[in-house]
């Protein structure tokens, strides 16, 4: 019996297309309608999208060092003099910048999941800003003559929330995960030896 679902080589979809789709947020409107993709629903404030967003995903994706290489216990070892180290802090964050930008996000978002309460002032804050901006769309909200353009909501709705962020310790996280980030990637990248591209370029820089 003949029906409308597509079978056989008709059913193969393209996959890419359709990650295309997830992202696209073109047309997107606070309302939900306009754009194709799932992303396209979550309305975003003007300049920023959700394409911005997976390019630079994409970016640091493609520039990342496989992660095997970068915890290789036998390529660690203690500098010779304070000489060495600082080469080595220089050229492993260049050479690392991507694994380390992930290291630092996935610190963030841990802080952030083993806190509830951080969890609930991030909530307020994004309520705040997004009723604010959706007021802002329907008429200018104008505070001492100048109108509250993207960054000015983002300050109000900051100001809103800063109650809920005190009570959630936000201080204290912001300083664990700064502290955190520097340990982890400052004792990497002091230990962790040089590439031999790295080495064969120190060696052909003039004296």
């Known amino acids: 019996m003949p029906s409308g679902a597509p ?3 008709n059913c193969l979809v393209d996959m890419d297309s359709k990650a295309g789709d997830l992202f696209s947020a073109e047309d997107a409107h606070p309302t939900g309608t306009g754009g194709a993709g799932i992303l396209a629903r979550l309305w975003l404030p003007k300049g920023l999208s959700a ?3 997976k390019e630079w995903v994409n970016k640091r ?3 990342i060092r496989p992660w095997a290489t970068f915890v290789d216990q036998r390529k ?3 500098p ?3 000489g060495a180290l600082c080469q080595r802090v220089v050229k492993n964050v260049d050479t690392f910048n991507s694994n380390y930008t992930f290291i630092f996000l996935g610190l963030i978002l841990y802080c952030i999941v083993s806190s509830p309460m951080l969890l609930i002032a991030l909530a307020v804050f994004a309520g705040a800003f997004y009723i604010i901006h959706l007021k802002s769309l329907e008429s200018k909200l104008v505070v001492m003559g100048k109108e509250l353009n993207v960054p000015h909501q983002m300050g109000l709705a900051g100001a809103i929330s800063l109650p809920v962020f005190w009570l959630a310790g936000a201080g204290a996280a912001v300083f664990w995960v700064l502290g955190a980030t520097l340990f982890v990637i400052g004792s990497h990248a ?3 030896e040089l590439e031999a591209s790295d080495l064969d370029e120190l060696l052909m820089e003039p004296v």
């Open 76 to 78: 660690f070892s203690k």
């Open 7 to 9: 079978s056989g080589e």
């Open 61 to 63: 994706r493609l520039s």
């Open 51 to 53: 394409s911005m967003a």
């Open 80 to 82: 010779r003099n304070f």
């Open 190 to 192: 002091a230990f962790r």
